[in-house]
């Protein structure tokens, strides 16, 4: 049988009795006005289920997120859940606040329903942090985040997550996949109405009691509650959640820890999927914190914390020398693990085997100074769910081990194993803490990084970022790969090349994975990635210096990372 066009896909969908009517009218429409290129767009082929999950533009179509492509998925994620065979299934379900988030939660829950899988899920929008944590709680056998992340507001999507409450790794992912490519008939997908599951106790609202229970862990693990509730009235914070889930949570966390001077930028304090007043709302963007910062300015306060749509990310400003400083990823994991590690000593709590996990591409200033305090520091590949699979496997293999830290250069951060991804709602309390301390010894973040560059050496980490788009950007970024992983030089840039890694055929124990490492015998380390969900080719440039003064040092590692940056794209353009 001769495969269908886009084309006659529309057709097919603007026809098809099973989509609601209002799905087909808008197909219809476009038929009507023979936009070629949007039908195309959303026809040319299925929506792809990736390791991770799925996110793209909402609309309907094959190509796009909406109710059914959600329910596809979903029931694919149940075909692997059944095929494990437990007794009484459960998942849970969270979403953040885009555009029909709640809509396709529901739609998902239908799904598990009709398959007699239990959902739980939150009454109202809640953070990665929470879903993974009511995953543990409820012992479910994995669960569905609906979010796009920070993508722009047209997107919608979801990620999948396991038993352990971490994002799906193998074999279960590509199972799932497996299982949703072989979904060809929307009408084979099983559906129990959300009301009727309701009575039937299929799907079940999550406690506010599982919530409760979520913000006594995180505050179980700050490291000085006393001093914070003593003092923490004193720290000026202004707070966005950028629409996102995070107002209420961010919020009751800073307050559990005594932080009673917040001002949240009333612009964006409420969801709003439309994200109207930026241009991303991701929090590494020094434009998404733009009137945080103007309301920093405003109140004279000490920081600036901002949170992502589903608020696993922190982004972090303020002001130094009366000039804007906005802390890149690698520093907030620099400052928090230095207070984490030097606190406990203090404390006389740093005892027994504690260990850190941080990605590859994440600054190695963290190995030195993990291993400068006697702690065991793993690296995985980039990703939370591989250091969450390193947190898991340890406390199976290795139970005497004590969980202390886990960070990526995105902006990513854990400082509990409370739950089994990011969680920007602790990491906003525990930067708070981090703050005040520092304050309370007169000294703001910038100070207080460079008192540990002075300790520990300098880092300075540099992202190039080269995008290539299409079939054929896909063919350049093959041949950039291609070109470096066959580089016989011993040095680049002078400098003498210690060892190249080659990850795509599984070293240092990691599964296999299409990421090059150089790393030269002065300590410098640079790492090359494509993107696993958007059309680029990443180059992680991580540069340490130990000798000289700081102000050299600063002024020699910025040298170091232009001529790199510089070496990289140049060559990059002849592959």
Known sequence: MKS????????EWSENSYFSKESRQEIKDLLLAENSKEIEERFYKDLEFGTGGMRSILGQ?????????IRKATQAICFEILAQKSTSPSVCISYDSRIMSFELAQSAAEVFAGNGIKAYIYKHLNPVALLSFAIRHH???????????????????????????????????QNIINNYNAINDFSTIKLLGFEEAVKLEMIAWIEDSVEELYYKAILSKMINPEFCQKNGGKLSIVYTPIHGAGLIPCSRALLDLGFTNVHVVKEQAQPDGRFPTVKSPNPENPSALKLAVDLMEKVNADIVMGSDPDTDRLGVALKHNGQTQYLTGNQIG????????????????????????????????????????????????????????????????????????ATEESFGYLCHNFARDKDGVSSVSQMAEVTL?????????????????????FSREDLLSLDYFGIEGQEKISRIMSKFRNLGDKAILSHELLKKLDYSVGIEGLPKSNVLGFIFEDGNQVYLRPSGTEPKIKFYIMIQEKNGSLQEKKLNAEIKANAFLEYFKTESEKA
Request: glycine letters at 6%; charged letters at 20%; aromatic letters at 12%.
């Open 4 to 11: 269908q066009n886009s084309l006659e896909k529309a057709r």
């Open 334 to 405: 620099i400052l928090k693990l230095h207070y984490i590690l030097s606190e406990l000593k203090s404390q006389h709590k740093l005892v027994g085997e504690n260990y850190v996990v941080k990605s590859i591409v994440t600054t190695p200033l963290l190995d030195t100074i993990a291993k400068s305090y006697g702690v065991e520091i793993y690296n995985t590949l980039t990703g939370f769910k591989w250091i969450c699979g390193k947190m898991n496997e340890l406390e199976k293999t290795s139970p005497q081990k004590n969980f202390l830290f």
């Open 139 to 173: 012992h479910s056998q994995a669960g569905v985040m609906v979010t796009a992340s920070h993508n722009p507001p047209e997107y919608n999507g979801y990620k999948v997550f396991w038993s352990d409450g971490a994002q799906v790794t193998p074999p279960n992912d």
């Open 437 to 457: 301390f520092y304050k309370n010894q007169g000294l703001n973040l910038i100070q207080a990084l460079d008192k540990i560059y002075e300790e520990f050496g």
């Open 61 to 69: 179509g094959l190509n796009r997120i909406n109710t059914y492509t």
